[in-house]
C-alpha cells in the first residue's frame, strides 16, 4: 500500500514537472509573440524609431496579415515605402493549349489585396515599374488589372499620361505616343519595354495581367512586376484651430522631448493631426487639463475616442484627421509639451 502511494505521488510529481515545463513554453513564446512590435505603416514605424531605416513589420489591420516592409528616410521629411511583389524575372509565360490564354496575379508578400489598399493610404504617391519582354504577340491581347479594378490594355491606358502602358515610351511633349513594337524578320512583332507604369497613383499596385496570343510555338513573353515605391510626408502636420495668437514649432510635439513644450496664450488649445489609432498627451501641468479627443466622419458625424489610461487615447472609429480639444480648468495657459501615437495591437 505504501509502495502504490509512492508510484502515484512520483506519478503525480512527474506530471506536475511536465505540466510546468508546458506552461513555461507558453508563457514564453506568448511573450515573444506581445513583444513584435508592430505598426500601421512605415510613417509609424519610422516616427517611433527615430527615423531609422530598415525592415519593419506592417500590419494594415488589426489582427490582420503582417509583411516585413522595407521602410526609409530618403529626403528630410519623406518617406519611402517599398513594396515587394511575388514577381520571378526569369520565367517564361506561354500556353500550352491551344485557344487559352494565360493569367496571372501578382501578390505582395503576406497581405492581400485589402490590406495593400489600407497601406497604400498611408503610402503617399505611389509608382511601380516592370520589365516586358514578348515574342510575337498582339498588344490588344494584354489585358492590365490594378487595384482600384480598372482594366487597361497596353496601348490604351487611359490617365493621360501616355497612350502606353510604360511611361518612358512617351515624353513630355508626347503624351499620345504608343508603345513601340519592332519585328523579327519583318514578321514577327517583338516589344521590349522597361519603366513606369503609366497609371495614376490612386490605380496602383498592378494587381493581375491576362496574357492572351501566347498558345503557339515561338510565341512567350518574359514579364517582371517590380516592388511598389510610395513616398509620403514624415510629419503628422500638427496645427491649431482658431485659438493661438502665436506660430509655435509644432515639430517640438513628435521629438520625444519632454523638456521641449508649446505655450498657447489661452485656457484652451483645439488642435488637429493626422489619424492615429492610439494617442498619448504629455503635459508638466496635466492635472489641471481637460482633454476630449475624437474623430471626424466622412458623414460628418463625430466619433469620441476612449480614454484609457495616463492621458492615452484609442481612437477605432478611422478617419483622416484627429482633433483635440485642451481646456486649463484653472483658467491657465495650456501648455503641451510631446504627443505621440501608436497603433493599438
Not at 519593419?56 to 488589426?62: A, L, S, T
Not at 514577381?87 to 492581400?112: D, H, M, Q, R, T
Not at 496601348?155 to 513601340?180: L, Q, V, W
Request: a positive charge; glycine letters at 4%.
Amino acid at each position: 500500500m505504501i509502495k502504490s502511494k509512492e508510484i502515484r505521488h512520483s506519478l503525480l510529481f512527474s506530471w506536475f514537472r511536465t505540466m510546468k515545463s508546458y506552461i513555461f513554453i507558453i508563457l514564453i513564446l506568448r511573450l515573444k509573440l506581445f513583444n513584435t512590435k508592430m505598426y500601421r505603416s512605415c510613417i509609424h514605424a519610422l516616427l517611433d524609431n527615430g527615423n531609422s531605416t530598415g525592415v519593419y513589420e506592417i500590419q494594415p489591420f488589426n489582427y490582420g496579415n503582417y509583411a516585413n516592409i522595407s521602410c526609409s528616410l530618403i529626403e528630410e521629411n519623406v518617406v519611402l515605402t517599398e513594396l515587394a511583389t511575388n514577381s520571378n524575372p526569369n520565367e517564361a509565360i506561354f500556353s500550352s493549349e491551344i485557344g487559352k490564354s494565360v493569367k496571372k496575379n501578382f501578390s505582395y508578400p503576406n497581405l492581400n489585396e485589402t490590406e495593400v489598399i489600407e497601406l497604400m493610404k498611408y503610402g503617399g504617391i505611389c509608382s511601380q515599374s516592370m520589365y516586358f519582354y514578348g515574342i510575337g504577340i498582339n498588344q490588344a491581347s494584354l489585358h492590365f488589372k490594378f487595384s482600384d479594378g480598372t482594366v487597361y490594355l497596353m496601348n490604351k491606358p487611359r490617365d493621360g499620361i501616355c497612350k502606353c502602358i510604360i511611361a518612358e515610351n512617351c515624353s513630355s511633349k508626347k503624351k499620345t505616343r504608343r508603345c513601340i513594337v519592332k519585328y523579327i524578320n519583318t514578321t514577327i512583332p517583338m516589344i521590349n519595354m522597361t519603366g513606369e507604369l503609366a497609371v495614376s497613383s490612386k490605380r496602383l499596385p498592378l494587381t493581375n495581367v491576362e496574357y492572351e496570343d501566347v498558345d503557339v510555338t515561338g510565341r512567350y513573353i518574359f514579364h517582371h512586376v517590380k516592388p511598389l515605391s510610395c513616398k509620403a510626408p514624415l510629419k503628422r502636420n500638427f496645427k491649431s484651430i482658431f485659438n493661438s495668437q502665436c506660430n509655435p514649432d509644432y515639430n517640438l510635439l513628435e521629438d520625444k522631448d519632454k523638456d521641449t513644450c508649446i505655450k498657447f496664450s489661452n485656457s484652451f488649445a483645439y488642435l488637429e493631426m493626422s489619424y492615429s489609432q492610439v494617442i498619448n498627451i504629455y503635459s508638466p501641468t496635466i492635472e489641471n487639463l481637460s482633454i476630449k479627443v475624437y474623430t471626424k466622419l466622412k458623414s460628418g458625424r463625430l466619433a469620441v475616442c476612449l480614454l484609457s489610461k495616463d492621458n492615452t487615447f484609442i481612437c477605432f472609429a478611422k478617419a483622416s484627421g484627429i482633433y483635440m480639444h485642451i481646456l486649463n480648468v484653472k483658467e491657465q495657459d495650456v501648455i503641451i509639451c510631446e504627443i505621440s501615437s501608436s497603433v493599438f495591437i
